[in-house]
């Protein structure tokens, strides 16, 4: 059986890196998938763990150039923010040094300024040792980077760094102890040490701010890291002592008191209060809990006092499943990305060509000086491609919008499930316990001459007692409360989507619809009238039969939740088809729907037709998701384009679903529909820019303005525009943070 394991990389910085080290990754034997992800510097990799050990994967790393985080280096997120803030703080010292540097070069160096400079700063010499540390220094990580890839064959933005760099500080190298062989080919001996250095700064420069931009895109992970309690107050033998909540195990009993937060998740014993959910679910309003119900580690408890039994510690808490799933959302890939991904493969090669090609041109048909022209303009070609910005325009804005998402109570799996989001037609919904409230109540009870009311809940509530079904759970609760006596029920069976029957007193009992009526034959005569009275205001009914003979009726309602006709007016603004789908009747379903305005109802579905239901649709030609909560929407999510779980659902329907709704709340369809249309909007402007810029500058960098304008790109502001692309995308990523769900 495939195992997972995701893991940090050092040393990626572009579109290359990620292409390279998939390759890899997937040439190890035993490994089936690799995906890596620039924007969280993390592989994640699916493989046999009886033929790959932790060591193959570092030696697949390191033998690209790079350094794989694994076993004992794998450390904390506490230590990782750590060693990323350190770095961050050695990276801001070398582009300070290489700028202040590479502009005291500038100034003795440059023609229209060089003259104001002190004379100690027009000699080569102080140049070269200026030069020195910034080259061999500052500029060590693309040379560590580079001849690892060169021994294998691979190159990527590091390579084009340091190549564009070394031809400039050895030709400055060259002027600065031999003059003379650079005058006699014809050419003024100037260094370009200012070249050198300056683009090696601003490239620093660059990845200085996009690593702090990059820190913004994974604030949603660090924000419910720390929603986590540190402690829990355990009662152990009538006394309560504080522990902290890795020591916290299933069965303890906590106590929570006001404004404390709940460690993690259980169940009420003793006590009620009214809980802030907001931090887990998105929702602000806090939900009163009593006994019985259940509590979530790290919410925070507003007003009473109350013990409750510990269910899920650690990694089994919905927040630590919260995180797991958005950390695995944020490191997956978008299909999108493919087209990225396929150009970065070819991309470093043809630039190396195409700078091999601009030095060749305009060493031949160049002006004079013919071969500083070639040096530079080859210099500016190798600059500016570099693929970042390619590398970046995906995975910042999925990670930027599955964090948003999360933040909101809106949990998206992965990537591919948020593209295909964008473009959902049709949602169809399942009735029960995801457009209405799932908990019916009885409202008629209907008996025939010659039996009293008391008896028909009586046989009903018998029958249903062995049920799961909801509509049972209303009737038992109903006789409960009524202090109805039931009688001993044998051979119990259940019908799906039918009812119920068994036998009482030697007597076959059946209880359910229409279709189970007409499966054992049972007429309703007179009674047809009662139940097309109650469907028509929006109840189920259910027939009680003994033999063949109908004795009575119990109509039962489900009122619709609160967010539900909000949720569906929001769709249809959007333009999406909302649709109902349930084994209620036709006249009960078209009651329900008429009140959230859904037009299009597909009523007496059998639980295992559902599924068939979504794939006729999409025959449609419809791109559909689905909406459910139940063990029997599963298939019929898994089926869908999009399969959308309701957080108070199955685990089951949980985990076959594409997004889950952990706030319950049935706007968040639209809002969810609606964010992965915004990340795909801003996915789209990144690949724009990150190819328009490569596709726009390139030929400006070779010089094709030139014969027509005169201009050429100089190599420094070449190394600024490419930083300058790298940045925008991911601050074009986080102004996704500014998204919110409607109202």
């Given amino acids: 059986m495939l195992q997972k394991k995701t893991f940090t990389i050092d040393g990626m910085h572009c579109a290359s890196c990620v292409k390279i080290l998939e390759k890899a990754l997937c040439r190890v034997e035993g490994v089936d998938n690799a995906v890596v992800n620039l924007a969280t510097t993390q592989a994640t990799v699916a493989f046999d763990p009886k033929r790959v050990t932790d060591e193959h994967l570092k030696s697949a790393v390191a033998n690209v150039g790079y350094h794989a985080q694994l076993g ?26 290489s700028l202040f540097f590479g502009l005291l070069i500038l100034w003795g160096s440059f023609p229209q300024i060089m003259e104001t400079a002190p004379q100690i700063l027009r000699n080569f010499k102080v140049m070269l040792l200026l030069a020195i540390p910034v080259q061999f220094w500052a500029g060590l990580s693309f040379y560590k980077a580079t001849i690892p890839a060169l021994k294998h064959r691979t190159a990527n933005m590091d390579t084009l760094v340091a190549l564009g760099t070394s031809v400039a500080f050895s030709y400055s190298a060259i002027v600065t102890f031999f003059p003379g062989i650079i005058e006699k080919i014809g050419i003024d001996p100037m260094p370009y040490f200012d070249v050198s250095t300056i683009i090696i700064g601003l490239i620093l420069l660059g990845r200085y701010f996009e690593a702090r931009a990059k820190a913004g895109t994974s604030e949603a992970i660090k924000k419910l890291i720390g929603l986590q309690a540190k402690t829990a107050r355990v009662v152990k033998d009538g006394k309560e002592v504080d522990i902290p909540i890795e020591q916290v195990a299933i069965g303890n009993i906590i106590r929570v008191r006001p ?55 650690g990694k089994d808490t919905m927040l630590a499943q919260i995180i797991k799933l958005v950390q695995e959302a944020q490191g997956s890939k978008a299909p999108i990305q493919r087209l990225a991904d396929q150009v970065s ?89 995801t457009l209405t409230v799932g908990k019916p109540k009885v409202t008629d009870i209907v008996a025939g001459d010659k039996i009293k009311k008391d008896e028909i809940l009586k046989l009903a509530a018998s029958i249903e007692k062995g049920s799961e079904h909801s ?66 205001e929006g109840k ?39 649709v109902m789908i349930t084994g209620d009747n036709e006249r009960t379903a078209k009651a329900i729907a008429s009140q959230l305005g859904i037009k299009r109802i597909l009523a007496e579905v059998l639980p295992a037709e559902k599924e068939a239901q979504v794939r006729q649709i999409q025959k449609e ?56 249309k915004k990340t795909m909007r801003t996915i789209k402007l990144n690949l724009f820019w990150a190819f328009g810029y490569n596709v726009l500058l390139i030929p400006v960098a070779m010089g094709a303005l030139y014969p027509f304008f005169n201009i050429l790109l100089n190599p420094i502001f070449a190394s600024v525009a490419m930083a300058t692309s790298s940045v925008s995308v991911v601050t074009n990523s986080l102004l996704l943070k500014r998204w919110h769900k409607a109202k």
């Avoid at 939900?287 to 006092?305: E, Q, R, S």
């Avoid at 601009?358 to 080859?378: D, E, Q, S």
């Avoid at 109805?484 to 799906?496: C, E, G, H, M, Q």
């Avoid at 003979?549 to 333009?575: F, H």
């Fill in 345 to 433: 493969a070819y991309f470093v090669p043809v630039v190396i060509m195409l700078a091999i090609a601009t030095f060749a041109i305009w060493y031949i048909f160049g002006p004079n000086p013919v071969l500083l022209f070639a040096l530079l303009n080859t210099i500016a070609v190798l600059i500016i491609a570099c693929p970042c910005a390619m590398g970046l325009a995906t995975p910042t804005a999925i990670m930027v919008g599955t964090g948003k998402g999360a933040e909101m109570g809106i949990l998206i799996k992965d990537a591919t499930s948020l593209e295909t989001a964008h473009k959902v037609n049709t949602i169809i919904f399942d009735k029960t316990g």
């Fill in 471 to 536: 509509l049972a759970e209303a009737i038992v609760t109903h006789a409960e409360n009524q202090k109805a006596k039931l009688y001993k029920v044998s051979n119990f069976k259940a019908i799906p989507g039918m009812g119920v029957e068994g036998m009482i007193s030697a007597k076959t009992v059946s209880f359910g619809n229409t279709k189970l009526a007409s499966l054992r034959q049972v007429a309703l005569g007179k009674w047809a009238k009662n139940i097309e009275t109650l469907e028509a």
């Fill in 72 to 97: 004992a280096e794998e450390k904390s997120e506490d230590e990782q923010t750590l060693q990323k803030t350190k770095e961050l703080k050695e990276l801001k010292i070398k582009v300070a040094i």
């Fill in 540 to 578: 189920t009914v259910m027939i009680l039969s003994v033999g063949t003979k109908l004795i009575g009726l119990i109509a039962v309602a489900d009122t619709p939740k609160e967010s539900a006709r909000a949720g569906v007016k929001e769709l249809i603004k959007q333009g999406i088809e909302p």
């Fill in 621 to 676: 030609g419809k791109v559909v998701a689905m909406v459910g909560d139940g063990i029997n929407d599963a298939p019929a999510l898994a089926a869908a384009d999009v399969g959308i779980a309701m957080g108070s659902g199955t685990d089951v329907a949980i985990e076959a679903a594409d997004i889950t709704l952990i706030n319950k709340d049935l706007r968040s369809v639209a809002a969810a529909i609606d964010l992965s």
């Fill in 259 to 313: 404004g404390e937060k709940i460690p993690v998740d259980g169940v009420i014993l003793e006590g009620e209060s009214s809980i802030d959910e907001s931090m887990v679910t998105g929702e602000s309003i806090p939900t009163d809990k009593t006994k019985g119900d259940t509590v979530i580690g790290a919410t925070i408890n507003k007003t009473g006092t109350f013990t409750y039994k510990a269910t899920k510690v």
